[in-house]
């Protein structure tokens, strides 16, 4: 193998050529304690950046083995391992010429510990990165000098501060590991329990803000406790047992005033279903992995849906057993992805009414009485919960604070005041006895689960002009796929730009199943799934890229959903 000295010299000899010179630096190169990969060159100093790989052997990394001795433990300590570089390369980014030179592009992950391409650690303690590096130009001529610095000393540095252990604090390396194997554990402890999510006593849960997912600080957190009738205590296997609060199968309200705590608790189990990073103040909050938040879109494209369970008899005699609509209203939205979350597997659905349409959710006794039920297509949801629970053995938790009619419908209420929740479960029945709604219920036909639908070969086509896969992520709402334009701004258990990525690659894969003939959603999403776990992230995108990051599969289902192109035979 060429050694980095060759490459240093090969990159001097360029300097003052047409920036496609470059291309000569293409391929492995030993830098002795690590070895580093030159994938891809881009083509001009204003494209994407030059994707490289360092591979570092495990006797370099020198990571102790608790940190990879089984693939969660690994994920955690990757995951730190890329948050490290993601520093380490931003201090060290800068402008070396025009357009992207000297830039260096980490896909540094946030809070969540997802898998991710950025950086793996693998069973041997091995480490692998991947990120992008602008290659140095004047105008589009090559410079050499600033090219041998970028790549025999600035890209040893990054691995010296970032990919071996010595220069982390030791018990903070083994702390990345024990966390999510942790939360892992407590995850798969729910079921046994009866529980759909569990809140760990001393959780903090609030956010710095609207746009700032790490935790809020200071002395103004109310650190979450448990009420003594929900706390229950789960094993982890290492930090040993862990009291908090188990949130019981069935339907869950959870009351309380405005400003008091209530979106916030909802949020940290949405985000429950992915581990987080120590320190984070979630790290033991977790639910159900096929926990979906629902909420009112209006706007979004519905393809034949069967909402008929919530939705029937609209205006003009449309059908909804297979609703189809480029322009759903607050409630049609708010039904289809409710069904669409139930055929793509969802166990648990969270609904806040700060995010859900008023008349999806409830009808009461005067609204009964002024418009009979004939002129009514919607069968509000507080008629259909327990039915999701009983016959579908879906749960819910509901986040509300202005209608009282829900009380009737609950197995457990929670009350938040002053970011402390207590059970008032009994007196909600109390209540609900006192001052009874004199409502009507409205169910109509038993729920039954979604029939599957069958999607046509030309529902989906990654291309776009010469490109045979185009997968772009402008930003956290926003899939370009071929040439649709996907809003994914109201799914909000995406986490991250990787996932929507990642997801975007796994469409193009979508459309390839799809050319041997019709599948059904859940085909798809189960042959994606399968792909995944056979072969990681990899099997998605073949050019080894680092910005990709792991999804379930009811956001590729929630993606896959908005595409208005999608026909179903
Ligand atoms: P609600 O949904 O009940 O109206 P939110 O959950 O939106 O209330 O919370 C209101 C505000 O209180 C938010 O700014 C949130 O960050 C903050 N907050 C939530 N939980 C806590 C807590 N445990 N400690 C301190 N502040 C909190
Ligand atoms: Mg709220």
Request: no cysteine; proline share 6%; net charge negative.
């Given at each position: 193998m060429k050694t980095a000295t060759d490459l240093a010299e090969r990159a001097r000899a360029l300097?003052?050529?047409?920036?496609?010179?470059?291309?000569?630096?293409?391929g492995a190169w030993d830098f002795e304690t690590f070895v580093l990969h030159v994938d891809h060159v881009q083509g001009?100093?204003?494209?994407a950046p030059t994707r490289v790989r360092v591979v570092v052997p495990s006797d370099t990394a020198g990571l102790p083995e608790a940190s990879f001795r089984s693939p969660i433990r690994a994920l955690g300590t990757a995951a730190f391992l890329a948050r490290a570089l993601g520093r380490s390369a931003r201090e060290r980014?800068?402008?070396?010429?025009?357009?992207?030179?000297g830039q260096i592009e980490v896909e540094t992950p946030g809070q969540e510990v997802l898998a991710q391409t950025a950086v793996q650690v693998d069973e041997a303690g091995g480490v692998e990165a991947r990120f992008g590096i602008g290659?140095?130009?004047?105008g589009r001529r090559v410079l050499g000098a600033e090219a041998v610095k970028l790549l025999t000393t600035t890209v040893p540095a990054l691995v010296r501060t970032?990919?071996?252990?010595?220069?982390?604090?030791p018990d903070d390396i083994e702390r990345q590991a024990e966390v999510n194997e942790d939360a892992e554990h407590l995850r798969a402890a729910l079921g046994d329990h009866g529980l759909v999510a569990f809140i760990a006593d001393g959780a903090s849960l609030p956010r710095k803000s609207g746009v700032d997912d790490r935790p809020l600080e200071g002395e103004a957190v109310v650190a979450f406790r448990a009420p003594p009738s929900l706390r229950v205590t789960l094993e982890a296997p290492n930090a040993g047992p862990i009291t908090g609060m188990g949130v019981p199968e069935g339907v869950t309200l959870v009351v309380?005033?405005?400003?008091?705590?209530k979106s916030t608790l909802l949020r940290a189990i949405e985000t429950g279903v992915y581990n987080h990073r120590p320190g984070?103040?979630?790290?033991?909050v977790v639910a159900n992995l096929d926990t979906v938040k629902v909420r009112a879109e209006d706007g979004r494209a519905v393809t034949r849906v069967d909402i008929s369970g919530f939705i029937?008899?609209?205006?003009?005699?449309?059908?909804?057993?297979a609703f189809s609509t480029p322009n759903a209203s607050g409630s049609t939205s708010q039904a289809a992805t409710i069904v669409e979350a139930l055929e793509a597997g969802a166990r648990v659905l969270l609904v806040d009414e700060d995010t859900s349409a008023t008349n999806f959710m409830i009808r009461d006794r005067r609204m009964q009485a002024l418009v009979p039920k004939e002129a009514e297509p919607i069968t509000p949801f507080v008629d259909r919960v327990r039915d999701l629970h009983r016959a579908l053995e879906v749960s819910t938790v509901l986040v509300l604070g202005?209608?009282?009619?829900?009380l009737d419908v609950a197995d457990t209420v929670v009350a938040m005041r002053g970011y402390e929740p207590s059970d008032v479960t009994t007196a909600a029945v109390d209540v609900a006895a006192a001052h009874p709604t004199s409502r009507t219920p409205e169910s109509g036909a038993p729920l039954r689960p979604p029939e599957p639908r069958v999607l046509d070969r030309a529902s989906l086509d990654p291309r776009r002009r010469r490109r045979d896969v185009h997968v772009k992520v402008?930003?956290?709402?926003?899939l370009l796929f071929g040439r649709e334009t996907v809003d994914l701004?109201?799914?909000?258990?995406?986490?991250?730009r990787a996932q929507i990525r990642a997801i975007g690659q796994a469409l193009a894969m979508s459309a390839h199943f799809l050319e041997s003939g019709p599948r059904t959603v859940t085909e798809i999403l189960d042959a994606v799934d399968a792909m995944v776990a056979a072969d990681g992230l990899d099997a998605l995108d073949?050019?080894?890229?680092?910005?990709l990051a792991a999804f379930r599969r009811h956001e590729l289902a929630a993606a896959l959903n908005r595409i208005r192109s999608l026909r179903v035979v």
């Open positions: 300097d003052g050529r047409g920036y496609n010179a470059y291309k000569a630096l293409r001009d100093p204003f494209a980014s800068g402008t070396a010429g025009s357009g992207r030179s290659l140095p130009a004047r970032a990919l071996v252990a010595s220069t982390h604090d309380g005033g405005g400003f008091h705590g984070d103040g979630r790290e033991y029937d008899g609209l205006p003009l005699g449309r059908d909804t057993h202005g209608s009282g009619d829900y402008p930003d956290l709402r926003t701004g109201a799914v909000e258990q995406i986490v991250s073949g050019r080894l890229p680092g910005d």
